[in-house]
T-cell receptor, first 115, second 112 residues
């Protein structure tokens, strides 16, 4: 099946710094990618939808200036958590939609710990 | 978004079949039914999807009710590696983007 890769798989950063997470579709082109956040023992929460070459669409309650999303190519989207705080510590997961639109594949997730 | 309802948890014994139910009474005629599962500390994994007819693949089978208001994911022989949270989702086809909104899913425990 299609492969979506995230990097890094885990990261620890200091409070107040910014951290970037990459999401790549390895064997297909993804016009649309999605970013989720998941806290322990909770379900995935959709943060934003990222379309190649255009601005991301954020879900209600998600701060676009804090979670910067860039989708510069058909195989790469990045999420930058700016001025990270301990409450931003979470499991961040990206997904990518195939050209046919019927299937969405997920990355392995990235653990962010802000200390 | 069309809403889905799943039991919070289910248990199964290893090597026995598992039937995971999902109710989606507000499904529209063009909504596909998608199933994903999430193993601990991993991203969700695509399992299967269908529209009207029953579907089979190497991982599972999907049985869709005739009125499409419910469906059942069938694992023919559960293994310990099938222990995961299973999500039944009807993608929001808003505009040109179909996005997956996750509910709470069903936590499947598999006993040896």
């Amino acid at each position: 099946g299609a492969v979506v890769s995230q990097h890094p798989s885990w990261v620890i950063c200091k409070s107040g710094t910014s951290v970037k997470i990459e999401c790549r579709s390895l064997d297909f082109q993804a016009t649309t990618m999605f970013w989720y956040r998941q806290f322990p023992k909770q379900s995935l929460m959709l943060m934003a939808t990222s379309n190649e070459g255009s601005k991301a669409t954020y879900e209600q309650g998600v701060e676009k200036d804090k979670f910067l999303i860039n989708h510069a190519s058909l195989t790469l989207s990045t999420l930058t958590v700016t001025s990270a705080h301990p409450e931003d510590s979470s499991f961040y997961i990206c997904s990518a939609r195939t050209a046919s639109g019927n299937t969405i594949y997920f990355g392995e997730g990235s653990w962010l710990t802000v200390v | 978004d069309a809403k889905t309802t799943q039991p919070n948890s289910m248990e199964s014994n290893e090597e026995e079949p598992v039937h995971l139910p999902c109710n989606h009474s507000t499904i529209s005629g063009t909504d596909y039914i998608h199933w994903y599962r999430q193993l601990p500390s991993q991203g969700p994994e695509y399992v299967i999807h269908g529209l009207t007819s029953n579907v089979n693949n190497r991982m599972a089978s999907l049985a869709i009710a005739e009125d499409r208001k419910s469906s059942t994911l069938i694992l023919h022989r559960a293994t310990l590696r099938d222990a995961a949270v299973y999500y039944c989702i009807l993608p929001n086809y808003g505009g040109a983007t179909n996005k997956l909104i996750f509910g709470t899913g069903t936590l499947l425990a598999v006993q040896p």
